[in-house]
């Protein structure tokens, strides 16, 4: 009987002490995350500053051409891009997202339309670092496509 006790008590610690992070965690990088397309659809820069590392770095992968083509810029680059004229809308299709010790990544297809009209479909992945302020985006980058927009969906 001492045993089972035992036994019992060892399969509760072990589900007590995961090394899996709770809830609120995705949650928080869901939401600023979120917080990244709310700012490119509304063209919000002081939301865009506030859950952004401007330093860090926007790398995509464009395969809306014949040949792919790849660019690098930092996130305060796009500060000035952004555009009154136009209704942009970044709509993410799915998240999945992965945390470890204060770094997390979030993988998230999405569609972009630019006033109303689809312009290209791709996968999104951010990187994420826990800092004193919340969790900001320390890292961006993205695919651009024509086609397959559909299998995203899944």
Not at 95 to 119: C, L, Q, R, S
Request: charged content about 25%; proline content about 3%; some cysteine.
């Amino acid at each position: 009987m001492r045993q089972i006790i035992l036994l019992v008590s060892l399969l509760i610690s072990f589900s007590c002490f995961s090394q899996e992070p709770d809830d609120s965690d995705k949650i928080k990088v869901k939401k600023v995350v979120n917080q990244f397309f709310e700012s490119l659809n509304k063209q919000d820069t002081i939301l865009y500053k506030k859950i952004l590392f401007l330093e860090g770095q926007i790398w995509s992968i464009n395969n809306t051409t014949k040949s792919s083509s790849m660019s690098m810029r930092f996130f305060r680059d796009d500060i000035g891009t952004f555009n009154p004229d136009e209704i942009w809308e970044e709509i993410p299709l799915s998240f999945d997202i992965k945390i470890h010790n204060g770094i997390a990544m979030a993988w998230v297809p999405y569609e972009f339309k630019v006033n109303g009209e689809f312009t290209h479909c791709g996968i999104d992945i951010f990187t994420l670092s826990e800092t004193n302020e919340g969790w900001k985006i320390i890292n961006a980058s993205y695919t651009k496509y024509l086609d397959g927009c559909n299998e995203l969906k899944n």
